[in-house]
């Protein structure tokens, strides 16, 4: 399969989102903090709303590419699947996903407020000095760091769903993961993308790295990493030693 063909539309989407509800509540952190800044004037009920929100907000995105990325895949296969299983998998697996999302997404924001508000008193800021420092973090900046790495987890989830469902419906069928990234100057100069480029998904389901050994579950292997997954079909007396080769070297790191 090629790259997610939907991939700029959902990340273009769901950058807009996040940066306006980030900035919508940095209006908010804003006015609790107060003049001067104050942290311990932010009640924790603020901190959990944000998080209600933004959990709110990006669950169904993430259900829908999930689910287009399905649809992607499935299209043209040639066995047929539940869509019923794996819209229930689609909901599942956001729900799942968000919640564990949101928490480091908070956790990084509060980190941020916290090392950046003494630097309000220590260099002479003004409010809207401190508000410029933290739009980096509550804005479209951060919303498009998301954006980019969200939209390649949850599409390669989504293809990873369909493979699930066959497999259940069709345990003679045999699916080989593949690792793909766009061969360009920006991607071959990755470490970690670039010697990762064809690289086939072990009996385990593995992506094993080639030069460091370490294993990815799938795409994405880091911050803004765009990379896909392809699979293809074979029959089991197909299926060789080398399509299911396990590495001497394997370091379970699940991304």
């Not at 499935?74 to 699947?81: C, S």
């Not at 990815?216 to 079909?233: D, F, K, M, Q, V």
Request: with cysteine; glycine share 6%; proline share 4%.
């Amino acid at each position: 399969m090629s790259d997610f063909a939907a991939r700029d539309i959902f990340e273009a989407r769901i950058q807009q989102a996040i940066g306006d509800l980030q900035q919508r509540q940095l209006d908010r952190l804003m006015v609790a903090m107060g003049t001067p800044p104050r942290l311990g004037n932010v009640p924790s009920s603020l901190w959990t709303e944000f998080k209600h929100e933004m959990t709110d907000l990006v669950t169904p995105m993430l259900r829908d590419v999930y689910n287009a990325s399905a649809i992607q895949f499935a299209h043209g296969l040639p066995v047929g699947v539940d869509w019923n299983q794996v819209n229930e998998r689609a909901a599942s697996w956001a729900e799942k996903h968000a919640g564990v999302l949101i928490k480091k997404v908070d956790r990084h924001s509060l980190d941020v407020v916290r090392q950046t508000v003494p630097q309000y008193f220590r260099q002479d800021w003004t409010m809207d000095d401190l508000r410029a420092k933290l739009t980096s973090t509550f804005g479209p900046v951060r919303g498009g760091m998301i954006a980019t790495s969200e939209v390649t987890t949850a599409a390669a989830e989504g293809e990873l769903g369909i493979v699930r469902e066959i497999k259940a419906e069709n345990p003679g069928i045999v699916m080989v993961g593949i690792w793909n990234t766009n061969n360009d100057a920006i991607v071959r100069k990755c470490e970690t993308c670039w010697p990762l480029h064809n690289v086939r998904a072990n009996k385990q389901g593995w992506f094993i790295h080639p030069q460091t050994g370490m294993a990815y579950r799938r795409p994405g292997a880091h911050t803004r990493c765009r990379c896909w997954l392809n699979h293809e079909i074979v029959n089991l007396d197909q299926a060789s030693a080398r399509d299911f080769g396990v590495s001497s070297v394997e370091r379970s790191a699940e991304r």
